[in-house]
Each structure stands twice: as C-alpha cells, then as structure tokens.
C-alpha cells in the first residue's frame, strides 16, 4: 500500500484547492469576456421573426462590433418553434436560422448569450411542463456541444408566475442545468431568479454547487419612468411626461439596489451578468440617456457585465429606418 508523505499530501491538498481557485475563477473570467452587449430583442423571442417588426439582419454585427460591443445576447421563443408532443422536436428550418445567426456573431467575434424567452407555459405549469423544457435544452444543448467558447446558455428568461412559489423556480434548476451538462459539462450557463430576474429577488432561489454559473439579474427601475407608454403595460399613459435627472435620491435609489446585488455576489461568489436593462421610446430622450449612462457605470463599477434591451426596436440605440445609431445612447452605453 502507497503512503503519502505530510510534505506529499499538502502539496496534494495545495494542487487540489488551486484546481477548484482556477475553476472558480474561469467563470469570473467569462463574464468579465462578456463585457458589453446588447439584446436583438423583438426579433426571435416573437412568434415568428418579423411579426413585431424586427428582423435580425447580417449587416448589424459588423457594426455592433466596431461600435465597441462585445457580446450580443439572442433572445429566442425556442416554444413557437418546437412540437408540443413527445420528443418536442425543434422545427430544422428554425434551428437553421439561429445557426446562421450564431455564425454571423462569431465571423464578427462577437460573443452570444443563447437564452429560452417567453417561455410562458414553463412559468404557468411548471410541473406539467418541464419534459418539454427539458427536451427542448437537450436538442439546443447537443446541436450547438461543440461551439467555442465564446457561446454561453441562458437557461430561461425571468421566471415568474407559478416559478414565483415556493421553491418551483429552484427544483427546475437541477433538471435542465443536468441535461445541459450532459453534452456541456463546462460552458457558461446563466441563471436568474424568479420574480422577473428581479435583483431584490436574488435570495428567492438556490443555485446547484455548479462552478460554470453565471448569476442573471434585470433592472428596469424606476418602472413607471422606464416604461412610460409602453403599449403592453397597462396604464402607462398615465406615466408619460415623467423624467429622470439624477438627482441625489434617485441616485441612492440605484446604488442600494446596485449594492445589496453585490453582496449578494460576493457572499456567493457568483459573477452578476446585468442582462436586461433600458427606457423605452416615449420617455423624453436627455432622461433616458442619463439613466441609461448612470445604470452603465453603476454596474461595471462593481464588475458586472450587461447588455442593453435592445438594438433596433422600442428602447433601440440604432434606428433601422436611418441605418444609423443614435449616437447619445450609444455615447452613454460606451463611452466613460
């Protein structure tokens, strides 16, 4: 029988605690990678492409990268495009298009954060539902095992409703995470809270002892100035004609719920990828570049990474009609 020396097992141990540092730290890593991005949002999460005005096109990632991005994040309806009966076969041709759209991204070295959006039978039936979810991750999973590194998963977009309760959101994790796993034992996958990702709700949920996660949160606060005339939001009329200046309270608003996230990440140590966060169009365009450069700074002076909502449609930074972008947005994402 071999035996170790006490000089042999503390280098043993040594090795082992700086495999599990370097393991910790490659998450850190990939979202510091992620860096800047933006959502080409109104696009696949629709039901079909188009059918909200917005078509993904190839020449927006030319110039998403030589504006200073780094990632896109692809929003993506995967259940209009999937049977409702076993095995949930995703449709070929769909998949066929968010291939083309992966491989755009990556000619123009662009990361992408591959999500499950709108996935409203998961968050209404979670129970009933989730053999579909599972086998609709397992297909997108195996198609896109042997993509770089520059892929990261998003498991599923701002779980709330029946997710809310209890610890529904939680015991979904482990299923789906697994099956991910299984063809992608170490891609990034990123993961969000119930209650709509909301930053406040990040002590709502449990993450499995997985070192490859990446914690999600959105921020679309104050509300009623976010989405003042948001024709979805019931009400908002009432709302429009509200600004935001930057004042001292709406500041510290911010900061608290910028640090209580970070807190959160630090005793975790989970790295905070800001995923959503934008003001749409009706809101008067100073206040929304304000708030858009002060959510911006606040969120990298504590090293998150974020991607704007979104490129080219409601809350957009690039007009479609003019192909041009609106430079005081994208001054208030990009510049210092």
């Not at 020449?59 to 995967?78: D, N, S, T, Y």
């Not at 896109?144 to 998963?153: C, I, S, T, V």
């Amino acid at each position: 029988m071999n035996t170790l020396s006490p000089t042999s097992c503390g280098l043993l141990l040594l090795a082992i605690l700086s495999s599990a540092s370097a393991q910790a730290q490659d998450i850190f890593a990939a979202n510091k990678a992620l860096g800047r991005g933006v959502n080409l949002g109104n696009a696949l999460e629709a039901p079909k492409e188009g059918d909200w005005g917005m078509k993904i096109e190839a020449e927006f990632f030319p110039l998403i990268k030589q504006a200073g991005f780094q990632h896109v994040r692809l929003p993506v309806k995967w259940t209009s495009h999937a049977a409702k009966e076993a095995p949930y076969a995703i449709d070929a041709k769909f998949f066929e298009r968010v291939d083309s759209i992966l491989e755009q991204a990556a000619a123009n070295k662009l990361l992408v954060v591959l999500n499950h959006h709108h996935y409203s039978e998961l968050d209404a039936r979670p129970k009933e539902e989730l053999p579909r979810a599972i086998a609709i991750w397992q297909q997108i999973a195996a198609r896109y095992k042997d993509r770089g590194a520059w892929l990261y998963f998003e498991l599923m977009n701002e779980p709330h409703e029946e997710l809310n309760k209890d610890n529904a959101w939680t015991e979904m994790i482990p299923p789906l995470l697994g099956v991910v796993r299984e063809t992608n034992p170490t891609r990034p996958v990123i993961i969000g809270p119930p209650f709509w990702n909301g930053m406040w709700a990040l002590s709502k949920f449990k993450l499995p002892e997985d070192k490859n996660l990446i914690v999600t949160v959105h921020y679309y606060n104050p509300f009623e100035f976010t989405h003042q005339g948001a024709h979805w939001v019931k009400d908002s009329d009432r709302w429009l004609g509200k600004k935001w200046t930057g004042s001292e309270a709406e500041m510290k608003a911010i900061t608290k719920e910028f640090d209580s996230t970070a807190a959160w990440a630090k005793e975790n140590n989970r790295p905070i990828y800001l995923g959503e966060f934008g003001a749409f169009r009706k809101a008067d365009a100073a206040s929304r570049v304000l708030w858009t450069a002060a959510i911006t700074r606040e969120a990298e002076a504590r090293n998150f990474s974020w991607a704007y909502w979104e490129f080219g449609a409601e809350f957009s930074i690039y007009d479609r009609e003019k192909k041009a972008w609106r430079a005081d947005l994208r001054d208030a994402l990009l510049k210092p």
